[in-house]
T-cell receptor
Framework: NAGVTQTPKFRILKIGQSMTLQCAQD?????MYWYRQDPGMGLKLIYY???????DKGEVPNGYNVSRSTTEDFPLRLELAAPSQTSVYFC??????????????FGPGTRLLVL | DQQVKQNSPSLSVQEGRISILNCDYT??????FLWYKKYPAEGPTFLIS?????DKNEDGRFTVFLNKSAKHLSLHIVPSQPGDSAVYFC?????????????FGTGTQLKVEL
């Protein structure tokens, strides 16, 4: 299993540009999450999904959108990039039906710089 | 409003000694706690967890203690090894809301010196 994969690893955007951060998992996890981590801060939840077709806002959803058309993929969309969105973005997944169901498994992250 | 706090941004320990990382929380609705370890340029990896019905959980060199009355948990690493040098995040799960969302602390950078 590849686990949770994220692309790209690093991206520079100009203010106002848009982009999609990709996240995929091959563990058949139905729950998926997007976090951002700013320097010296903890991870903040942006959006989450409890299954295909179901998404909900987290703590800091403004400026982002998500979709969940399949169990495997959970892309995060930035429509109008702003310098405040400069951060490291982590995707995570879990399956509450498993013995380790409370554990979220994280991808390696995408570092985004908005100039 | 920081519901999960890690007040020590950094900790330096000698190899072979005990490392103690602390975490405080304010929300009494948190019922499950996790510790994650993070190396530079990698995602967080799960280390150990504890349910609010327990006060201790042990896994090899790692032990987590929970004091519910004080709303405090700690991670003990014995003996500490250079490979333990990383950022450690405390996370808590709340009972309310969907998705079993986690609230993370700001992390403690542990450095284990030779």
């Amino acid at each position: 299993n590849a686990g949770v994969t994220q692309t790209p690893k690093f991206r520079i955007l100009k203010i106002g540009q848009s982009m999609t951060l990709q996240c995929a998992q091959d563990m058949n996890h139905n729950y998926m999450y997007w976090y951002r981590q700013d320097p010296g801060m903890g991870l903040k939840l942006i959006y989450y999904s409890v299954g295909a077709g179901i998404t909900d806002k987290g703590e800091v959803p403004n400026g982002y959108n998500v979709s969940r058309s399949t169990t495997e993929d959970f892309p995060l969309r930035l429509e109008l990039a702003a310098p405040s969105q400069t951060s490291v973005y982590f995707c995570a997944s879990r399956n509450p039906r498993l013995a380790d169901g409370e554990t979220q498994y994280f991808g390696p992250g995408t570092r985004l710089l908005v100039l | 409003d920081q519901q999960v706090k890690q007040n020590s941004p950094s900790l330096s320990v000698q190899e072979g000694r005990i490392s103690i990382l602390n975490c405080d929380y304010t929300n009494s609705m948190f019922d499950y706690f996790l510790w994650y370890k993070k190396y530079p340029a990698e995602g967080p990896t799960f280390l150990i967890s504890i349910s609010s019905i327990k006060d201790k959980n042990e896994d090899g060199r790692f032990t987590v203690f929970l004091n519910k009355s004080a709303k405090h948990l700690s991670l003990h690493i014995v003996p500490s090894q250079p490979g333990d040098s990383a950022v450690y995040f405390c996370a808590a799960r709340g009972l309310t809301g969907g998705g079993n969302k986690l609230t993370f602390g700001t992390g403690t950078q542990l450095k284990v010196e030779l």
